[in-house]
């Protein structure tokens, strides 16, 4: 009888742990991607771009007006999002990105300066649709009480929550945010596995 009894508690040991780290506080965040009136095809296109790298997030129809961006509160309760992503265009060339926590949260306004989309860069190493993002910040945020609430506001919204809808159980890129004259860069690397033991094929020299 000892042995059946510690081979059931042996069985039941694995699902009480599942059962404890289901009941736990989850990470349910979700980002509503949307633009004004009078974007550009390069700004369609980083929209897309950003939609496809954010599974946790949802894309609606342009926004028709630029003077009550209140109504973004009602589209995000609507659409069940705790996360807007709001491009703003301005005479057919200017793009601003709002990002901000709805209903009551902060808010933060950027001007896009330096656009690349996945079109225009042909990259080999792109990451698989769906999959999580590593995100790594530059020290400076830490610097400032306004680049704190910018990070926190980037975790929220281009950390990907594990087991979101759409998402794969994948790590396969690296979202890096760094802060340099007075700007935002941000970035996105390929991570490439490498085989145990494997030597680096090109030689270390020292410095003369």
């Known amino acids: ?13 694995p699902a009480s742990k599942e059962d404890a780290l289901s009941t736990g506080p989850k990470n ?10 009078g974007i550009t095809y390069r700004h369609r296109h980083l929209l897309n771009d ?43 060339k200017d793009l601003y990105i709002w990002m901000s926590k709805p209903p009551n949260g902060p808010t933060v306004k950027f001007h896009l300066q330096n656009l690349h989309t996945m079109e225009e860069l042909h990259f080999t190493g792109n990451c698989l649709k769906g999959s999580r993002p590593i995100l790594s910040f530059d020290s400076t945020f830490e610097s400032a009480p306004h680049l704190k609430l910018i990070k926190e506001l980037l975790t929220q919204t281009f950390g990907v929550p594990k087991g979101a809808r759409k998402t794969k159980p994948f790590v396969d890129h ?35």
Request: proline share 3%; hydrophobic share 40%; net charge positive.
């Open 1 to 13: 009888m000892a042995s059946v009894y510690k081979s059931l508690s042996k069985s039941d040991a």
């Open 28 to 37: 349910r965040q979700r980002v509503l991607i949307l633009s004004s009136r």
């Open 50 to 92: 950003l939609y496809s790298l954010l599974p946790h997030s949802r894309k609606d129809a342009k926004l028709d007006t630029k003077t009550k961006l209140y109504q973004l509160n009602e589209l995000a309760d609507l659409y069940n999002c705790n996360n807007v992503f709001f491009f703003e265009a301005r005479k057919g």
């Open 174 to 208: 690296v979202m890096a945010f760094t802060v340099a004259d007075g700007k935002v860069w941000t970035r996105v690397y390929q991570i490439n596995e490498t085989e145990a033991g494997k030597t680096s094929a090109i030689p270390e020299q020292g410095l003369p």
